[in-house]
């Protein structure tokens, strides 16, 4: 795995043939970006990278180049980029009707939600379809308010779930999060991940401590009853911060008894991506009330789901509420597929095998590169986070950029994340094989030791 000076990592074989490309040219698409589209929307690379095809792992710029996809369209394509068996599933419905709302029957949406029941644990068998999960924990949140009469929400610090006013409020990086009256009521628990925690101890005695900081916030903080607490089981904009199992067992127990339901953002963390499991909170042996979903269900189907017990469910009837896209056939047809996908191909058995092999060659690559401070996270939900100095922890934000361009270069494209940007993420689609994680932990180990000169 080691590289030298003369060798040059080789991307694995594949028998795909791009299209030739005929729209128009980069140029022209990056002068439209910039005059019609809001200025808000950036670019991951200093020359803006144009991606227009994608074939299971990899993906291809106009001119036919491919890459290795580390971050799956941020963590979404879960079966591979144009998955056939998605795709034709997807192109069948298209070829009947491609919008009816939920006013009518279709089969689709009910056997989505039954799929998805069969998934979860007992009692969780009640689905509530959405567009993405900014608006699935918008709704999970106003759920929890609704059926226990309180207002105030517990979240963790490093979170991300979503930019619409609630998800946006309960996300915790200042680089999220505008200068705007979003939500009352929400406030931040130190995060359980040992790394930079302000507790010490072993990682479960820092968790325990973390789930105390819950208990804490709700006697300074609220009247001393709660609506819910939401967190991710691995923060994954955060950086693929993750507390000891302990901790999500100790937070779910404190806000119970301050009356709160229990939301898990399934979001990154779902269908099989953390390896051991199909959900990211069964890593923790817990059964949250409520939980979300969006990204991997659909495998870029802009579709997001609420899956909760119906006693809770049933708080919406008091008004109506719709969702005009909640449900949409299309995007049904997706997340079926996805869900058969998942299983036929062994996705999450592959998450857990192939994961297992990159976290071990990035544990390997930090005893030979200093700039390695933590590896952390499960399956292909992986993290490792860049320091200066590792005695400081000085995050080492423009190397981590520098990372991103040389491992482009050589047809490598990963993620970035957590509050400095300093943390590189691995979260490929599942199908992942092998060779491509030696050839990614190759152009790694290469990038890592030009940045580190
Ligand atoms: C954990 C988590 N929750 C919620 C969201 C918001 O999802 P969306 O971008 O589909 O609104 C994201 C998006 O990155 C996420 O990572």
Redesign the pocket.
Known sequence: MTTTATTRPVIPPCDHKPHPYTGPSRQEVLTMRQQYCNPAIFTLYQDPLMIVEGHMQYLYDETGRRYLDLFAG?VTVSCGHSHPKVVARMKNQLDLITHTTTIYLHPNFPAMAKKLASKMPQGLDVTYFTN???EA?DLAMLIARLYTGSNDIIAVRNS????SPT?MAATSHHTWKYPAQLNSGIHHAISPDPYRSPFSGTPEQVASQAADDIRQLIRYSTPGRVAGYIA?PIQ??GGATQGAPNYLKEAYAVVREYGGLCIA?E??TGFGRTGDHYWGFQNSGVVPDIVTM??GIGNGAPL?AVTTRRDIASVLTQRVHFNTFGGNPVSMAAGLAVLDVIDEDGLQQNSKVVGGRFKQGLKELQTRHRMIGDVRGMGLMLGAELVRDRGTKEPAKEETLQILEIAREHGVLLGKGGLDGNVLRIKPPMCLTAQDVDFALEVLDLALGRVEK
């Not at 991300?160 to 930019?163: A, L, R, S, T």
């Open positions: 941020i993405s999960g900014s924990n991300y779930h979503g930019n998800a991710e994954g904009v953002d979001v990154q969006a990204k997001a």
